[in-house]
Structure formats: C-alpha cells, structure tokens
C-alpha cells in the first residue's frame, strides 16, 4: 500500500544547481499538492493541480516548477537553487468532488533539501 | 486574506494531564482538518469537521468546530507520550471553482513519562 511516495528523501545542492523532486501516488487521486515546511512557518503550498494537465500556482511558486501529464505522477522543479529554498518539501494528494471538504490530504514523507 | 491561528505553539506536559489546542480565525471556513505530524513524517488527518457545533471524538481526543464554523478546538484527556507531535488545523474555503486549505502554523505537544 504505497499511498504517496517522494524522493529523494535527502539532497544537497549547490547554489545555481538545478533538481526535480520527484512524487508519484497510486490511489487515483485527481488533486495533487507541493508544500514547503520551514521551521515555525508552517505549510506553504507551494503549486497544486486539480487534474493531469492541470496545475496552478500557490502562496509561494516563484523558483518553482511543476507539470502533472499522468494523473499519478507531479514532479517539483527547481531552477537555479538559492539558500531560501532549504526546506522540507511535501507532496500530497487528496480525492476532492463538489462537496465542503477538500478530502483527506495524504502526505509523503517528505523530501529534505540543502542548498548551500 | 484568510488567516489561521493555533494557540499555544507551544506545549510541554507530563503524562495524564489534559490539554486544549486552539484554532482560530476571522473567516468562515465550509471544514476544518486536524492532522498530527510526527518527526520525520508527513501530517496524517486525525479528523475533519464540517457542521457549525459538531462535537467529534477519537478515543482520548475530541474535536470541536465553534458554531459559526471560525474556530475549533482540540481536547486530550489524560495524554500520552504517544500524543507527542505536531498538531495542525486546516480550514477549507471556496475559491472560484477551486477548494483552498489554509493551514495554522501549529501546535508543538511534548507529552513527558
């Protein structure tokens, strides 16, 4: 039972390197999340999508980019990494209809990333 | 602008003690979540609440959505070291055609032997 699997789980990168974060889940899920967690800051969404082909822009997408071209798979890209993006990056799923909730978000791992 | 704010952030207690976890805002949300967030790990949704004065209860925690659907509350009875972890209220809200979450910055509960 994968649910939402991440990774790497750690990195280091230079400063100007670039890197995908990779995050695929096996539950069908049609919305798809990339958070930030820093500490004392909380979750930062980061980009979401709400279907393959489908993505949009969070509190905090600058220096970021995604794509979603299965519904299983939504890969992180950063570009030209800078030290203000050291961070705990989550990608999460959820099954989200018409209803008040947004479903249950299942989160991955999480994937720890330095750049120095 | 939505705003979520969870008091204390902070909490140290020893075993068998009970506690409150606050969330709380301005806005009007159509939900709120709790998830617990253990080290190294993800947060897992503990529950979800979507009725102005719903009462919620899972074992020793029971969960509370105010009435006018702002604010909820998080009550532990007599906790333990396993309730250790980071607590964390999401409210969900309608933007256009898109559901939004907004997420508080969390509570911090250490629960010492």
């Known amino acids: 039972n994968a649910g939402v699997t991440q990774t790497p789980k750690f990195r280091i990168l230079k400063i100007g390197q670039s890197m995908t974060l990779q995050c695929t889940q096996d539950m069908n899920h049609n919305y798809m999340y990339w958070y930030r967690q820093d500490p004392g800051m909380g979750l930062k969404l980061i980009y979401y999508?709400?279907?393959?082909?489908?993505?949009d822009k969070g509190e905090v997408p600058n220096g970021y980019n995604v794509s979603r071209s299965t519904t299983e798979d939504f890969p992180l890209r950063l570009e030209l990494a800078a030290p203000s993006q050291t961070s705990v990056y989550f990608c999460?799923?959820?099954?989200?209809?018409?209803?008040?909730?947004?479903?249950?978000?299942?989160f991955g791992e999480g994937s720890r990333l330095t750049v120095l | 602008t939505q705003l979520l704010e969870q008091s204390p952030q902070f909490l140290s207690i020893q075993e068998g003690e009970n506690l409150t976890v606050y969330c709380n805002s301005s806005?009007?949300?159509?939900?709120l979540q709790w998830y617990r967030q253990e080290p190294g790990e993800g947060p897992v949704l503990l529950v979800t609440v979507v009725t102005g004065g719903e009462v919620k209860k899972l074992k020793r925690l029971t969960f509370q959505f105010g009435d006018a659907r702002k604010d909820s509350s998080l009550h532990i009875t007599a906790a333990q070291p396993g309730d250790t972890g980071l607590y964390l209220c999401a409210g969900a809200f309608n933007a256009g055609n898109n559901r939004k979450l907004i997420w508080g910055l969390g509570t911090s509960l250490a629960v010492n032997p």
């Open positions: 806005s009007v949300f159509s939900s």
């Open positions: 999460a799923s959820s099954y989200s209809t018409s209803g008040r909730t947004p479903g249950e978000l299942f």
């Open positions: 999508s709400v279907g393959a082909g489908i993505t």
